[in-house]
Structure formats: C-alpha cells, structure tokens
C-alpha cells in the first residue's frame, strides 16, 4: 500500500536538495547523469559502516554475518524490484557498464565469431557501443546500427529486417539517456528471439522512472546503476537469465568466485558469487537495497503520474519558447527534455543556468551518434526525478530567459 | 565571485555572433585540429607561416560563445606578428585564464584581457584555451589536439 504523494514531504527526505547553488535555491535537474539520495540510503551506508563493516562470505565472526546478510538481503530486494525468478540471477557489478562489458567479455567472447552481427541502435549511450565494437573487433564480428527517426523513434520495420541467422546478440537501451525515448522492449525481445538472439537491456536510464519486469520483457540480460536509482555510486546491477550465466566464463577472477584453488587446477562458484571476484561493495549494495525500499514506498503507479505530468508541463512550457528545439520527441518518453537554442550553444546556457542554481547536462550525454543523427555538437538536457516539481520547470523557463537576455 | 557579466562581456558576444576570420585559408601551411571530448567543441585552425612570421590565420569549426569569441580574438592578436610574439602572447593568455589573481602582461594581452573574467569559472578554461592549443600544435607541427 503506497502513502499519498506529497512532492514537498518527498524533497524533506533528499537533504543536497535545501542547499543553495550560487546563492540561488539549487533546482536539480541532472538526474539523467545522476540522481539524490534520500536521508534512509545515506543513514543505511552511514549504519553499516558504523555497526557492520566486516567482509562478506568469509568470517565466522557475528558481523561478517551480519555484513552477508546485509549484502545478500539488498540482492533479494533487486530480484524482487525486477521479478527476477531467483537470487543467483542477480550479479552486483559496479554499474551499468561494467555490466555490459561482463556481457561483452564472458558471453560474446565464448559466442560470437567472424561474420557474426551484433546489434545496436542508433540511440546507445556509449557504454552500450564501444564494448561491442572492441568485441567485433577481436573476433571479425559485425556491429549493426538499428537507425532512428527524427523523433527519436526506433525504426522497428529495419530492425527487423536486419535480424537474421547470424545475429547472435542484440543490446538495445530501454530509454534513450540523451532522448528520452521509451523503446517497446518486449517487442524487441521477442524479435531478436524469433531469430534465435539474446536480448540485452540497458536499463540504466529506464529503473528510476518505470516498473521493470524482466520476466515479462522475456529479455536475456538487463543492466543498470544504482545510482541513478537513488542508491549510491560504485553499485550496479547485471540480471542474466540463469541458463546464461551458468555456461558462461568468468569475467574477474580472484577470491570469492571460486570454490577451490590448485595450481593444477580451481573450480569456480555457483551463481551469483562466479562473477563476482574481489571484495564487493557490501555499503554500496545495502545503500542500493534502501534505495529500493524507498522508491517501493512511494510506488511507481505515483512516480509515474507525477513525472508524466512534469514532463507534460516542462515540453508544453519549453515549446513556447522562440528559438528553442526539443530534441527528442517520441510518443513515449520518459523525464528527459534535451534542446538547443539558436541564440546560445548548450554550454552557455548550462552556465548562465548554472548562476542560478539550476543544475542541466550539457554536451554530448556520451551518445555522441545520437548527436551526428541529428546535426548538432551538443544539447543542453533536463532529466526529471520523482522529487522535481512544475517550480523547477518554472525557474528552468525563467533561466533560459536569462540565456535569451544575455544572447539579444 | 564573478558574475554572469564578467563572464560575457560585450565584446565576447560580439566575438562570438561576428567571428573574425572564420573561414579556411586556402594556401595555409600550418594547420591543426583542436578537440575537446568533454564538450565536443570542434576547431580547424590554419595558419600562412611565411618567413617566422604569420601572414594570414583562420579558423573553422563549432563550440560555444567562449571557445568561438576566444578563437576570433586570437586570430585578430596573432594575425601580422612573428611566430615568436604569437607564442609569448599564448603564455600570456594562458597564464591569465589558469592564474586567478596573478599579474597581467597588459600589453601584450591587449584586448584580450576583456576575457579574463572566465579564470573564475573552471569549468570553462578548457573553452576558453581550445584555440589557443590548437595554434600551439600547428606552430609545433602537430597535426591534432586535445584538451579535457
């Protein structure tokens, strides 16, 4: 059962957002690059390192227990976040593109060979590019782009078209970071499996806005950060299916992931602790799961509605403005309004927005094919969380104001 | 703190919406690629080196007000001057953006000096040096540059 939802009784939960910037109220709006901490993440990590700290899987001592259950607690409340069908699905990593180069490493190095495809769309962040082509690289592998349109849609009819036998992994984001495009997941899963393909999922930018289900995405893998989920940094996640990680490789070796060690030979650990070698963020996980019960809390039937409204309101006001260009603008989007203005480069307005407290991203949000897509060098990017409210998107229109008075 | 106008004085912004020397010199013989991956502001700047001394200069390229006013006021500094002058106005410069409060060289800064607010916003040096890097490479004869 979820409580009402309060914006104002929310941002008393987020301490960074009483601060002052510049002498001005600071007004967030980066959460696409990261987002707040509610006061329960901070007290969590604050709480373990006061009370807990041990190392995990090891001692006998009563807080290495203590610490393991802490660690594996926050691994069953990401399962669960994500319907995940069990624990050993659940890899900590240290964020999204760990994550993917896990993938990159463990499963396309074993399955991918010359002449083989790998598929991509136009609208990747980075970390979604460049391990594949390192990996297409290595073994003679082809990297295909799925082209968009100027909306910032998926061109669905040319992924299909470019689906065949030699197909043999398609990583695909969720939400487009620089564009805020929602792509139909479950249809793109479905496709690369009539095809005989896994389906890897960026979720990074997708987890804070929306319920994620990956049994009803029926996808193979899916990655994102904790913090852009409101935990900490330093903490990400990697679901894979099972049957996946079980025939996979390791990625780091060392302690942990092993069950015995030989010179002759090591046999390596079940699943999850086989790709988890070293020392985990133990903080960075229970951080993670207090994020998890925060945002369970407020429930995403609300979060949804409000930043649904939130970015209603900010591309209705945005709009008005003469001389500026939503980039992006697909029919379902999640909180992000990237633009340019003809009068000001991005990094001008970020600066002049910047000396009133209002935080955006400007540049390229590495996705810098998404940039050549559409012709330009940069935008400036508004990313919305569940604690922004329309006062934001007002001070935001008053600052590009301000842009416009200094560029006239 | 400085302000807002500090930052964008008058002539920056008339730097930036009427570069100076904005166009590819076609008999250049010293040219160099400037790139700032952070930001991805782009410069191709091209210089006519006859005899030690810059006969002719310009610049192509995308960036934002600063990086684009900093390069049209460089050209118009360096323009007609021997190799040697450009290098000491480029310690000069440099000097003036990443040493807040340090003394300046007014006269070989010139106009320039107008662009000494932006030492106070870190996070702008790199726009504001881009050009000036690059003219560094070409004069050096590298071909590329990078600055983050």
Known sequence: MTTTFNVNKIRNDFPILKQQVNGCPLVYL?????????????????????????NVHRGVHTMS?????????????????????????????????EGINLVAHSYGRQNIGPGDDIIVSNMEHHSNIVPWQMLCEEKGANLRVVPIDDAGELLVDEYEKMLSSRTKLVSITHVSNA????????????????????????????????????????????????????????????????????????????????????????????????????TPDIAGAIGLGAAIDYVNDLGFDQITAHEDELLRYGTDALSTIEGLKIIGTAEHKAGILSFVMDLAHPHDIGTI????????????????????????????????AF??????????????????EVFS | MAGLSDLYQEILLEHNSKPRNFRAVDDANQTADGYNPLCGDQITLYLKVVEGVIDDVGFQGTGCAISRASASMMTQSIKG???????????????????????????TLGDLETLSGINEFPTRIKCAVLAWHTMNAALSGESKVTTE
């Open chain 1, 387 to 404: 604690y922004n409210t329309k006062e934001d998107i007002d001070a935001l229109v008053k600052g590009i104001d301000r842009v416009i």
């Open chain 2, 81 to 107: 001057q021997s190799v040697e002058k450009a290098k000491e106005i480029f310690d000069a410069f440099h000097y003036m953006i990443t040493e807040p409060g340090g003394e300046l060289d007014l006269d």
């Open chain 1, 30 to 54: 980066d959460n696409g690059a990261t987002s707040q901490k509610p006061q329960s993440v901070i007290d969590a990590i604050v709480n373990y390192y006061s009370t807990t700290n041990s």
């Open chain 1, 353 to 384: 927005l910047d000396e009133q407290g209002i935080a955006v991203r400007t540049g390229h949000h590495c996705a810098q094919p998404v940039m050549q897509r559409f012709q330009i060098p940069a935008t400036a990017r508004a990313s919305l």
């Open chain 1, 179 to 278: 564009l805020g495009t929602i792509l139909p997941a479950a249809q793109i899963a479905r496709m690369a499996h009539a095809h005989g393909a896994p389906i890897l999922f960026d979720g990074a930018q997708a987890v804070p806005h929306m319920p994620v289900d990956v049994q009803e995405l029926d996808c193979d893998f899916y990655v994102f950060s904790g913090h852009k989920l409101f935990g900490p940094t330093g903490i990400g996640i990697l679901y894979g299916k099972a049957e996946y990680l079980e025939a996979m490789p390791p990625f780091l070796g060392g302690g942990e992931m092993i069950k015995s060690v030989t010179f002759e030979k090591t046999i390596y650990n079940d699943l999850p602790y086989k790709f988890e070698g070293g």
């Open chain 1, 65 to 97: 227990q203590q610490a393991t259950d802490g660690y594996e607690g926050a691994r069953a409340k990401v399962r669960q976040f994500i319907n995940a069908s069990d624990d050993r699905e659940i890899i900590f990593t240290r964020n999204t593109t």
